[in-house]
């Protein structure tokens, strides 16, 4: 149910993306909000998603993920009385309109915008090898649809396999927006014997116990990555984390490897877990606990020292057990919130995967401050400072994939990349600087302008010029253009007229690559999916590289 705080929430929520990323009107502030909340989209995503405007079929965004397709349509009121209106009817018929057409196939380039169109021939694309899985959003500030609409939109849908409908209200986005600062965290402990110990206060339910430091060390290890702990199920207190040169740390991780560590657990106050549910079977022996989105709200140096003491010599903390104090706080989250403060924690917040809290991180953080930058480490941790200054970190992975590692359609499609298989290429303490990442991010800013008014074109369907058309895909490719055209002809691009000058060729020569492709291909082309080929690297590549002789001057008569 609608109720003002939730409506102000997201309001001034929206404002602020109107503000930060210079939206037409609210509805569209709303799209960004929504976007970012619900897929984690970054900026450059939400760019590419976004379909709404004339004729957009009922269709407000779609973000396409390898075979998922991800369907929006957007409802947003300015005023808190229209917020407690029902989402429209009207705008399900349009949508189930337009989704027939084109799962038929009967959809024309005529019907609908230029960004839509693009999205519905990359659907088709994928179509030829395979059933995708579509998820459709109905995401509004205001109430659910009402029953009839739902089971409407459900209907319509169900003739089509692999398909999920998703309602979103204030309440849901607001939940969302709160979640974002949690990554959820499931688990599971095995108390020691019966050295347990169980009480309920009505909605509440505690559970002192007995476990051993290596079933806490296998709780927090993560399964991907069995050197690092899931961080996620910290609170902001980690951040802190001083390792073994703080001296209560240090005889943490000692007292966990001596020969007595079987004093550790009278030694050491243990931990203490909140999570949404514990379930075990009570009355029986060494019982297997699952925990349920759980955070350990004190005890984080301690599982931190232990997990030291436990890369160091996993045999050895056999012997170590501990306490644990398990708080389920499912029907009660102010019990939480008190349990979180009374045993000195500070809210639990999310970090940006598992390397934000990284020393690489910490110090490009610090540096770029001392620059007048926010580097943001997790989404939206200086949502506070003027957008001009925050840094993204996920984007500036993305930037230095393109730009120095010669990887821009990894860049586009496979994001992952920046804190998975490339991370350490990426945030190579030897070679990445501030000024570094900063330099290849001042020349993006001019290719992420030119993306903007292309896509804010084709969503308005105003007419754009074919050849200029690909430069909203190929923002990444355009990046890379740039670095070898400075390089052959060793501008400086800190200097505007030089780094304007290598922009220009830059568009023309991938431009001229382009039009080579689309008549190569044939009406198989589409700027999408060639910009999202690995194999588009090394044609851009050598295209750009073939207009200059071996002395670096461009060849007479390639010159634009």
């Given at each position: ?25 609210l509805s569209a502030a709303f799209a960004w909000l929504a976007l970012e909340t619900i897929l984690h989209l970054n900026e450059d995503e939400i760019e590419d ?302 970090t940006r995967d598992l390397h934000a809290n990284d020393r690489i991180q910490r110090k490009l953080e610090e540096q770029f401050l001392d620059l007048g930058f ?187």
């Amino acid at each position: 149910m609608a109720n003002l705080s939730t409506f102000s929430t997201i309001h001034e929520s929206v404002i602020k993306y109107k503000s930060d990323y210079a939206t037409e009107n609210l509805s569209a502030a709303f799209a960004w909000l929504a976007l970012e909340t619900i897929l984690h989209l970054n900026e450059d995503e939400i760019e590419d998603a976004i379909t709404d405007g004339p004729m957009d079929g009922g269709i407000d965004a779609i973000h396409i993920d390898g075979r998922e397709v991800h369907v929006f349509n957007f409802k947003y009121a300015e005023k808190f009385e229209a917020s407690m209106r029902a989402f429209p009817d009207t705008e399900v018929d349009k949508l189930l309109t337009t989704m027939a057409r084109i799962y038929g196939k009967s959809l024309s380039k005529t019907d609908v915008n230029e960004i839509l169109w693009d999205k519905v021939r990359t659907i088709w694309e994928l179509f030829e090898a395979g059933s995708l899985n579509f998820n459709y959003y109905l995401c509004s500030n205001r109430e659910k649809p009402v029953e009839h609409t739902r089971r409407k939109l459900e209907n319509e849908l169900s003739k089509y396999v692999h398909v999920k409908c998703h309602y979103y209200d204030q309440e849901d986005i607001v939940s969302k927006i709160l979640e974002k600062r949690f990554r959820r965290v499931d688990g599971s402990l095995t108390f020691i014997d019966k050295q347990y110990f169980e009480r309920g206060d009505g909605p509440l339910k505690g559970i002192v116990a007995t476990i051993a430091a290596s079933d806490l060390i296998n709780l927090v290890k993560d399964p991907d990555r069995p050197e690092a702990m899931i961080e996620d199920v910290f609170n902001e207190n980690v951040r802190v984390f001083l390792k073994l040169s703080n001296r209560i740390n240090r005889n943490i991780f000692e007292t966990a490897l001596s020969d007595d560590n079987f004093e550790f657990w009278y030694l050491n106050n243990g931990v203490t877990i909140v999570c949404d549910e514990c379930v075990y079977t009570p009355n029986s022996r060494s019982p297997r606990a699952r925990l349920s989105n759980l955070q350990i709200v004190n005890g984080g140096q301690t599982t931190h020292a232990l997990f030291q003491a436990y890369m160091k010599d996993a045999n050895k903390l056999d012997a170590v057990l501990l306490l644990v104090r398990i708080c389920e706080t499912k029907k009660d989250y102010h019990i939480g919130e008190k349990i979180r403060e009374t045993t000195n924690s500070q809210t639990p917040v999310s970090t940006r995967d598992l390397h934000a809290n990284d020393r690489i991180q910490r110090k490009l953080e610090e540096q770029f401050l001392d620059l007048g930058f926010y580097y943001e480490r997790k989404a939206n941790q200086h949502q506070d400072q003027p957008k001009a200054r925050r840094l993204n970190n996920e984007l500036l992975g993305q930037i230095y994939l393109a730009y120095y590692l010669d990887m821009p359609s990894e860049a586009k499609n496979s994001k992952v990349l920046v804190f998975g298989g490339k991370y350490d290429d990426i945030f190579d303490e030897d070679v990445v600087t501030t000024e570094r990442m900063l330099a290849a991010y001042q020349i993006y800013r001019p290719l992420e302008g030119m993306k903007k008014e292309i896509q804010s074109k084709k969503r308005r369907g105003e007419a754009i010029v074919e050849r200029e058309a690909f430069l909203s895909r190929a923002t990444f490719h355009l990046l890379n253009a740039v670095k070898i055209v400075s390089q052959k002809e060793a501008l400086d691009l800190r200097s505007e007229n030089s780094l304007t000058r290598a922009i220009e060729k830059a568009v023309v020569y991938v431009g001229e690559v382009v039009a080579l492709e689309a008549t190569r291909r044939g009406e198989l082309y589409t700027h999408d999916k060639f910009f999202k080929e690995i194999a588009t690297n090394k044609t851009i590549s050598e295209y750009v590289l073939g207009k200059y002789a071996s002395d670096g001057s461009t060849k007479p008569c390639e010159a634009p």
